[in-house]
């Protein structure tokens, strides 16, 4: 598992660094970076339900495969905020916590808003034991009428709750 953290993170320092220097030259990315796009966001949806099966192990090998197709989608269209998002939950469901960290502040430069990013970033501080950065998260999603508010402060309450 370190092994891998190292060659995850590597990798997201060499991308990172191409993805601040190169444009958006090139041929066709915005197909490209789509399909992988999709591709990734269809394996988190399959592992999210084996994850609820308990099946973790298989889980973790659909986060893995995810990753790999996210990396390649930012690659060609970087600094998407949905793919920035998702870059961020695959790691963060690896465990990779500081690079998932790192994935979630960068869409939230571009999107300070983002229902996703602010909601997995607040989970992210619940697993690290940063409740008041949590709450911060909550409290920008707390006008927002949707699903992530109450998902996120329903952790965040579990948490609270598992304390005492």
Same mark, same amino acid.
């Given at each position: 598992?370190?092994?891998?953290?190292?060659?995850?993170?590597?990798?997201?320092?060499?991308?990172?660094?191409?993805?601040?220097?190169?444009?958006?030259?090139?041929?066709?990315?915005?197909?490209?970076?789509?399909? /992988?796009?999709?591709?990734?966001?269809?394996?988190?949806?399959?592992?999210?339900?084996?994850?609820?099966?308990?099946?973790?192990?298989?889980?973790?090998?659909?986060?893995?495969?995810?990753?790999?197709?996210?990396?390649?989608?930012?690659?060609?269209?970087? /600094?998407?905020?949905?793919?920035?998002?998702?870059?961020?939950?695959?790691?963060?469901?690896?465990?990779?916590?500081?690079?998932?960290?790192?994935?979630?502040?960068?869409?939230?430069?571009?999107?300070?808003?983002? /229902?996703?990013?602010?909601?997995?970033?607040?989970?992210?501080?619940?697993?690290?034991?940063?409740?008041?950065?949590?709450?911060?998260?909550?409290?920008?999603?707390?006008?927002?009428?949707?699903?992530?508010?109450?998902?996120?402060?329903?952790?965040?309450?579990?948490?609270?709750?598992?304390?005492?």
């Amino acid at each position: 598992m370190k092994k891998n953290f190292i060659l995850i993170f590597i990798f997201y320092l060499i991308l990172t660094g191409f993805s601040h220097s190169a444009g958006t030259s090139g041929s066709g990315g915005s197909d490209d970076s789509s399909s /992988n796009y999709d591709k990734g966001s269809s394996l988190i949806k399959r592992a999210k339900k084996l994850e609820k099966k308990g099946k973790v192990e298989k889980a973790n090998k659909r986060y893995e495969k995810a990753l790999e197709y996210l990396i390649k989608s930012n690659k060609k269209k970087p /600094n998407q905020p949905n793919t920035l998002n998702y870059l961020g939950f695959t790691n963060r469901k690896l465990g990779n916590y500081e690079i998932a960290e790192k994935y979630y502040l960068d869409g939230l430069k571009i999107d300070p808003k983002h /229902n996703g990013i602010n909601e997995y970033l607040g989970e992210l501080y619940v697993n690290t034991n940063r409740i008041g950065l949590a709450n911060e998260r909550l409290e920008v999603l707390k006008n927002c009428n949707c699903e992530e508010y109450n998902e996120l402060k329903e952790i965040i309450e579990g948490k609270k709750q598992s304390k005492y």
